[in-house]
């Protein structure tokens, strides 16, 4: 979505932002101004002394960084960079046996949509889920220990934008893919693309027993872009909605061939009765995979006609209503649940496509939202007051509105083009209505130069009240959507439980050994201030030799059981690194192809002796 129109939200915004600036923020000569007074009560509202801590988490997702950036609200101060699809050096995510095996070989993702667990429609602090845009995969990271548990790999489907979104008790996500592929990525023309292509959703669940996501089942939903989606909550907490663009299936020339039609379609379905449709069997299974056809399997899946090219796709916080944002339309459009039932109830449909059942749009329609010269409504958040916001991409604004009534209440400008916002706990069933934070996608002038390519801009803006912009932040590219979950839910462990079953850690320094086996050497080694042992025999207890060509495995066990206490274990001119948390066992495995002398060391600084800890990995000549 970077940069599409930077043209007129440009001229739009800067002419905003220039008013803004002035009327805040302009001392004349030495007075103190109004401007002065309010700058300095809005710093007090985030300022967060040394010792206290931010009221609330925010998980922003890292886009083609393929990461997750965790920030403290209010002071909107970076903690950390979470990796979830992508290696990253700082960790050693990726290069651990663990982590590698769970990347699969890719180097690279693109986290757009950040989910929580719930329970009950509330955010349960538990897990936090993220799905891969670029290579078909959906991630869970473990709320404990902000350590990715497991990553899914989904067939059949190329780009799971539309997700992740998981219903009210987490029983599911859905995965809608964004490009349609035929099934198993076969070669096929494009002139066969609205018979041989699928527009597959992928319907995925978590065991918590086994910290793993699976794949229960996929639809075979038409050829076209599915781009959001939510969950419904209570009363709709059966079924979930998904917005579609380019039911044109164009398959060249998209940003004029997708736009034909005056109108798309939002997906309106019943999970709950898909799933019983795999519990009778009612499916086709491809290459190991249970497939529903919608237009052979009825009762499940609906379509609702919606001003063409929609983006978002918001369920309301009592889970009545609906909201899709036009994004090419200057149109938010409110539907009802309720409306919809009827509708799917009483057949009161307008024709079929493609086997699917299309609702009558009037009846299910509930008011088409207008605010005056808001351009290009991206995605909507909500408070505790029943109060919508929506972002304004080109108009760079965020508008605040009735939702029961459509009435614009509030807009306050933003810098500049904001995709997203998040408010506080904001697609829970119960947002507390204190904060919301639009992610921009333009951050211009705002922040000292680094050259042509500039952040990403997270704005903090009050909504308690009226709608004033306090605090702003740059982010690396690039978070698409956040999520924002007050802190006192979160409860991460400091040190990783001391694991005596884990077959391949050493708890003491008299326990490290070296293990061969034909040309597999593995090492039981531990690493505490400041020291590796690798072999507690030896002349030598942090040296390795090994001969040109054995596969090395080494398990290291940190067990200095310490808050923050972390050890890295890294090989020179091996390029191999990895970060072990207090408590932690971690895995390194790889050939020494190269004979030599290399030293090893800890890339954490851990102790005033820290330089001293390092060792030698030798390899011995064939
Ligand atoms: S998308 Cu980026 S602004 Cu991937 Cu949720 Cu709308
Ligand atoms: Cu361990 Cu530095």
Request: one cysteine or more.
């Amino acid at each position: 979505m970077k940069k599409i129109v930077p043209a007129i939200s440009g001229l739009v915004a800067g002419f905003v932002a220039a008013s803004v600036f002035f009327a805040d923020f302009t001392t004349i000569g030495s007075k103190t101004t109004a401007g002065d007074v309010k700058a300095k009560s809005n710093a007090e509202k985030v300022y967060v002394p040394f010792g206290k801590k931010d009221d609330y988490y925010l998980f922003a997702s890292g886009g083609h960084s393929g990461q997750m950036f965790i920030y403290g609200v209010p002071s909107m101060r970076k903690i950390r960079t979470i990796p979830v699809f992508s290696p990253d050096a700082a960790t050693g995510y990726g290069w651990d046996k663990e982590s590698k095996a769970m990347l699969g070989g890719y180097t690279w993702g693109d986290l757009h949509h950040p989910a929580f667990s719930e329970t009950k429609g509330e955010y349960d602090g538990k897990y936090m889920f993220a799905t891969d845009v670029a290579n078909n995969r959906a991630a869970v990271m473990d709320l404990k220990t902000f350590a990715v548990k497991d990553i899914l790999k989904v067939p059949n489907t190329s780009g799971p934008h539309c997700a992740a979104f998981v219903t009210e008790n987490t029983e599911h996500m859905f995965l809608p893919t964004r490009f349609a592929v035929p099934f198993g990525h076969k070669y096929a023309s494009l002139d066969d693309y609205s018979k041989t292509y699928k527009g597959v959703m992928s319907v995925v669940s978590f065991n918590e027993g086994n910290k793993k996501l699976k794949l229960d089942y996929q639809v075979a939903l038409p050829p076209w872009s599915f781009d959001l989606s939510d969950a419904g909550k209570k009363t709709s907490s059966d079924w979930a909605v998904l917005t579609t663009y380019n039911t044109e299936e164009a398959t060249t020339n998209m940003e004029i061939n997708a736009s034909q039609k005056d109108r798309d379609y939002i997906v309106l379905f019943n999970w709950k009765e898909l799933d019983k449709m795999v519990k009778d069997g009612k499916y086709d299974t491809v290459s190991g995979v249970k497939v529903i056809d919608p237009a052979k399997q009825k009762g499940a899946i609906y379509l609702i006609p919606v001003a063409k090219s929609p983006h978002g796709v918001d369920v309301t916080p009592d889970g009545k209503r609906f909201i899709a944002s036009g994004k090419l339309a200057p149109t938010m459009t409110v539907f009802s649940f309720e409306k919809a039932f009827d509708a799917v109830k009483n057949k009161k449909f307008q024709g079929e496509q493609d086997g699917i059942p299309v609702l009558d749009y009037k009846s299910v329609m509930e008011r088409e939202v207008n605010p005056e010269n808001a351009l290009g409504p991206l995605h909507t958040q909500f408070d505790d007051k029943g109060f919508a916001y929506t972002t304004m991409f080109i108009s760079s604004e965020i508008v605040k509105w009735n939702v029961n009534t459509g009435e614009t209440v509030d807009r306050v400008p933003v810098q500049y083009s904001p995709g997203h916002s998040v408010s506080t706990e904001g697609d829970s069933a119960s947002p507390d209505g204190k904060w919301i934070i639009a992610l921009n996608k333009l951050a211009k002038d705002s922040y000292l130069s680094v050259g042509p390519s500039h952040p990403e801009s997270m704005q903090l803006i009050d909504i308690s009240d009226k709608m004033e912009v306090i605090q702003s932040a740059p982010v690396d590219p690039e978070p698409h959507y956040a999520q924002m979950i007050k802190a006192d839910k979160l409860n991460p462990i400091v040190v990783y439980p001391k694991d005596e079953k884990r077959p391949d850690s050493v708890w003491s320094q008299e326990k490290a050994h070296i293990e061969r086996k034909g040309n597999e050497v593995h090492v039981y080694g531990i690493a505490m201030r400041s020291k590796f042992v690798f072999d507690a025999k030896a002349k030598r207890r942090d040296a390795v030799t090994v001969k040109q060509g054995d596969k090395v495995v080494f398990h290291i066990t940190n067990i200095d059981l310490d808050q923050d206490i972390t050890h890295g274990f890294a090989i020179n001119s091996y390029n191999q690194n990895m970060e072990i948390q207090p408590g932690e066992t971690k895995t390194m495995e790889f050939v020494a192809d190269k004979a030599g002398s290399y030293p090893l060391y800890c890339t954490n600084f851990c102790s005033a002796l820290h330089q001293e800890m390092s060792g030698y990995l030798l390899v011995e000549p064939k």
